[in-house]
């Protein structure tokens, strides 16, 4: 797999992952830094005109560095859970194919502590240059089962005690109004699309994030960006103070 862009690659270095290096010539500033560390770990680098590296990242912003990465170790729906260090907290994306908005989500998911990504081997995008350069280079760092099945996946949470929230446009109960405390997986549909019907009805409850504005919907990727923060600012309200007493109010309970 390539990734392009100064970010993705540090970030694929810090997980050791890169195999090698293609630069521009008296390329400065932060890709500086990927070199040294690069030729610390013996990292073959080559260096080649501009146009190559326009080639290879298929016309993305590279910034005068492409790195060929291995492959991201394989998780399953249980490594996931198991390997979580609180109440899990998982997003699952059904049918998101603009490896943009993944890059994105990505990058959410890590920045909020999440536990991993779920999404399917078909109908989603591929995990690749675009998505890395989107995800800022938490691509190298969260971890991602893909499965055959996103309805199975979800029997997979719910049989591993994991609440699996889906996020709707047209659902009456209020994201924050769900008690995200609980292990939980948030599900995410693709954009004009949102959750096919068999996903949506193996969702143990739907929620709405309320718009205020004149649009009736937000980019995937920032609405979730959304819950999962508000699932992480629920778990740190709940977590107790240095007096042993809960640090906040929570909204309501499991429900819907």
Request: with cysteine; glycine share 12%; charged share 20%.
């Amino acid at each position: 797999m390539i990734v392009y862009g100064i970010n993705p690659v540090l970030e694929a270095l810090r997980a050791r992952r890169v195999a090698a290096l293609k630069v521009v010539p008296r390329a400065g500033g932060r890709v500086r830094e990927i070199l040294e560390r690069a030729e610390t770990e013996a990292i073959p680098i080559t260096y080649v005109d501009a146009t190559v590296l326009d080639r290879e990242a298929g016309g993305g912003v590279h910034q005068g560095v492409v790195a060929e990465v291995r492959p991201a170790a394989e998780y399953t729906v249980d490594d996931l859970v198991r390997g979580a260090q609180g109440p899990p907290l998982i997003a699952v994306l059904d049918g998101i194919e603009d490896p943009h908005n993944v890059g994105a989500i990505l990058r959410a998911a890590d920045a909020a502590g999440a536990d991993g990504v779920v999404r399917q081997a078909r109908h989603a995008a591929p995990l690749g240059g675009a998505a890395a350069k989107a995800s800022a280079g938490a691509i190298a760092h969260v971890r991602i089962a893909t499965v055959v099945n996103i309805a199975r996946a979800l029997e997979q949470l719910n049989e591993a005690g994991v609440w699996t929230v889906g996020l709707a446009t047209d659902a009456a109960l209020h994201y924050d109004q769900v008690d995200l405390r609980l292990p939980t997986a948030v599900v995410l549909g693709a954009e004009g699309v949102g959750l096919r019907r068999v996903v949506r009805e193996r969702c143990e409850v739907v929620a709405s994030i309320p718009m205020h504005g004149h649009v009736d919907s937000l980019n995937v990727s920032v609405a979730a960006g959304i819950v999962l923060f508000e699932a992480l600012r629920q778990r740190q309200a709940a977590a107790p103070r240095g007096d042993g007493t809960p640090g906040g109010a929570i909204g309501a309970g499991r429900g819907g």
